[in-house]
């Protein structure tokens, strides 16, 4: 799959959960900022798109250290279901039913955060 393909999806996956606001990075943009960025629920988050087996660049894994450190997610992923189940293991998603059932997770521990 294309990496523009794994943008767009997971940029329609973020703006479809409630106080969520999401954007594309321009091309050209500064270099080194990660592909997608937004807010969820009060928190910044950032996302470095990458195909598998990929790695971000030196500039790009600063950048998300930097947005980490200031209290940010950064977060490099491949996938919608990469997005969701770090989002949802941060308390910032419902947890999907398939969690629990599948990997026998307790409830309480992945409740959201009020």
């Known amino acids: 799959m294309k990496e523009s393909s794994i943008r767009s999806a997971i940029l329609s996956y973020h703006n479809s959960l409630s106080q969520s606001y999401f954007e594309i990075s321009r091309p050209g943009s500064q270099s080194g900022k990660p592909d997608i960025t937004g807010c969820l629920r009060g928190r910044y988050v950032a996302v470095?798109?990458?195909r598998l087996r990929e790695?971000?660049?030196?500039?790009?894994?600063?950048?998300?250290?930097?947005?980490h450190e200031a209290g940010g997610i950064g977060l490099v992923a491949g996938s919608v279901e990469e997005i969701e189940n770090v989002l949802e293991c941060l308390g910032l998603t419902k947890v999907a039913s398939s969690f629990r059932e599948g990997q026998?997770?307790?409830?309480h521990q992945w409740q959201k955060q009020t």
């Open 104 to 107: 026998g997770l307790k409830q």
């Open 48 to 50: 470095e798109v990458k």
């Open 55 to 67: 790695k971000p660049t030196k500039l790009q894994a600063y950048k998300l250290k930097r947005i």
